[in-house]
């Protein structure tokens, strides 16, 4: 268990698929370098993907080694042959659109010329049968394998990203109030926007596995937990790039306003970094306020001044802020969170 904890499962995987193409090969007395490199590129983090580009790198490698046979043919083992033989190979992949196949395909050609001497007819489509061995040994592994289940993954980067927003947040807001300039936030948003991108993949690899592996019971609604809080995170993100829009000035806000804007983002940082704080009572209650807030117009707004956006940027901030909050009550309706009921 340890060694395989160690070692990963993708790693595993390849050297179970290493083997079984080797040996096949062996036993049908096929030289076995090319399906073991057909073996490793085409073993993808989904049984979906490896059949997908497996569909794509065949043809692709048929070119290969159709270019191969051909100029060996004409020039033999020389350096016009391999230079050839790549080249064609390369652009005839990217006018077919086989973007997929194009490193199978140029190694495929490459490699061919070293060894084949004879029977070149032969040769090519026994090319042909070990790519088509290399192929089906990846997917079969990939599915029979320690098939791929990134759910664990997914959920220890919600629950990261979740503690991180909230820690941005306060952070961000800390630097409104105080009239500091908020791009010192930025790294603090790229680094989230990163983690949420990553998770986000993740995500795309689990929903196309579950094609062949299909997810359920808890798994599947754990599954769409986890979409609908990453959907609610990302939401959130983009109204925290929002508010590093704001300009870098005194807002026009009374003491005690800030007092409570102020409250309102420290209650929405204490139920990120801890679900179990989150009090959906008390959430509603400094909502209503900033609403009220917002709707009464309590903000000293001089008429006079030009602003960028058209609204004064005490509005707008109020108006990301109640945004943030309406995300986050959704983000907590999502599995169990120890909120009042």
């Not at 370098?33 to 983090?45: D, G, Q, R």
């Not at 609604?221 to 005194?250: C, V, W």
């Amino acid at each position: 268990m340890k060694l395989f904890q160690f070692l990963g499962s993708r790693v595993i995987k390849t050297g179970v698929a290493i083997f079984l193409t080797a040996w096949i090969c062996e036993l049908l007395n096929w030289p076995p370098v090319f399906a073991v490199i057909t073996a490793i590129v085409t073993l993808e983090p989904t049984v979906s993907d490896s059949i997908k580009k497996g569909i794509v790198r065949f043809p692709a490698s048929a070119i290969g080694s159709a270019y191969a046979v051909l100029f060996i043919s004409i020039f033999g083992n020389s350096p016009i042959t391999y230079t050839l033989a790549a080249v064609l190979t390369i652009a005839t992949c990217f006018k077919l659109k086989l973007h997929a196949g194009l490193l199978v395909a140029t190694l495929t050609a490459v490699a061919m010329v070293e060894v084949i001497h004879s029977n070149y007819l032969v040769s090519f489509f026994i090319r042909l049968g070990t790519t088509t061995v290399g192929l089906l040994v990846s997917t079969g592994v990939n599915m029979f394998v320690l098939p791929p289940d990134y759910t664990k993954e997914i959920q220890k980067n919600i629950q990261s990203i979740t503690k991180q927003t909230g820690f941005t947040i306060e952070k961000l807001f800390q630097s409104l109030l105080s009239n500091k300039d908020p791009e010192i936030n930025k790294y603090r948003i790229d680094q989230l926007d990163k983690k949420i991108v990553q998770t986000e993949t993740l995500l795309k690899f689990q929903r196309d596995e579950s094609k062949y592996h299909p997810l359920v019971g808890n798994e599947k609604d754990t599954f769409r937990q986890a979409e609908q809080k990453l959907m609610s995170l990302r939401l959130i993100h983009y109204h925290l790039t929002n508010l590093m829009g704001l300009p870098s000035q005194k807002f026009l806000l009374s003491i005690e306003n800030q007092k409570m804007i102020n409250n309102a983002a420290g209650l929405l940082v204490q139920g990120l970094k801890s679900s179990s704080k989150f009090s959906k009572s008390e959430h509603q209650e400094k909502e209503v306020k900033l609403q009220k807030l917002f709707w009464e117009g309590s903000i000293t707004v001089k008429k006079d001044n030009n602003y960028s956006t058209g609204f004064p940027p005490e509005l707008i901030m109020l108006y990301e802020l109640l945004s943030i909050y309406s995300l986050v009550k959704s983000f907590h309706q999502w599995g169990d969170n120890g909120a009042d009921k």
